[in-house]
């Protein structure tokens, strides 16, 4: 099993960054992607980012130029650095993981979630 837990969330004016940390421990030797998703109240889960363990990225279009995920395999730590923040970035954030050989583009592994939220 592997246990993510999220940090970094909090309230930032337009405009402003945070970076948030996630933290995996557990099994990690069986991850290989790892990425960050949103949740905004009433809209499903999306993805904002991913990244392989080779550092291969992937984001949304909605936050291309703005956010950048990184990845620091040493510390079994995934980073996502968000700048110049708009109140359509308030959601919860998770960080999920995906085992090597996992079907398709979904997570096996979701830690709980950090709530961003952007005032206007």
């Known amino acids: 099993q592997v246990q993510l837990v999220e940090s970094g969330g909090g309230l930032v004016q337009a405009g402003g960054s945070l970076r948030l940390s996630c933290a995996a421990s557990g099994s990690i030797f069986s991850i290989n992607a790892m990425g960050w998703f949103r949740q905004a109240p009433g809209k499903q889960r999306e993805l904002v980012a991913t990244?392989?363990?080779?550092?291969?990225?992937n984001y949304a279009d909605s936050v291309k130029g703005r956010f950048t995920i990184s990845r620091d395999n040493a510390k079994n730590m995934v980073y996502l650095q968000m700048n110049s923040l708009k109140p359509e970035d308030t959601a919860v954030y998770y960080c999920?993981?995906?085992?090597?050989?996992?079907?398709?583009?979904?997570?096996?592994?979701w830690g709980k979630g950090t709530l961003v939220t952007v005032s206007s």
């Open positions: 999920g993981g995906q085992r090597f050989g996992s079907p398709g583009a979904g997570m096996d592994y």
């Open positions: 990244i392989t363990r080779g550092g291969r990225t």
